[in-house]
């Protein structure tokens, strides 16, 4: 069984601010081993979402978002797209970028905008929630459904909150 452990990040990266409010972000979960990695890819990267809620559920809390509707919108963890594809049906306007760290579920999720035929404004890239490649200011919306806790909520509030 492979074990679960954190790991401290640096605090900065080259051209970036410093991350998690100037300390280290400690990321609660790693698999530390490649077949255990492989399998886990193997059950979440099946499974319609990779947590828990449905479609109803993020229709619900984005109808709770104050304010006008977004022009844009930056998903972090999109996994394989299922809650991201939900946004924009639900917001025919706006335009997303989906991050995941796993190529895999980003492959998926832009196969499953394809299908769906939203890829003409919905993208999903590999990358690290805890460094978007984004500019400041350049998000109107920052959704992460199911996955803030790999940063940790002060971290990765104080991460993203520059991106508005």
Known sequence: MPSVRGRVNETSWPGREPLGCGRP???FVELDDDHAFE???EV???LPRAGPGGAEHTVRALDSVPGRAPKT???LGCGP???TATLARSRPDTRILALDLLAAMAREANR???DAHLQDRVQALVG???RPPVRAGSQDLIWCEGAIYFLGV???LCTWRPLL
């Open 81 to 83: 797209g299922a809650h």
């Open 112 to 114: 499953r905008f394809t």
């Open 73 to 75: 919108v930056l998903d």
């Open 44 to 46: 979440y990267g099946t």
């Open 154 to 156: 002060t971290d990765a």
């Open 25 to 27: 972000i400690v990321r």
């Open 128 to 130: 690290d929630m805890a």
């Open 39 to 41: 399998l886990f890819l």
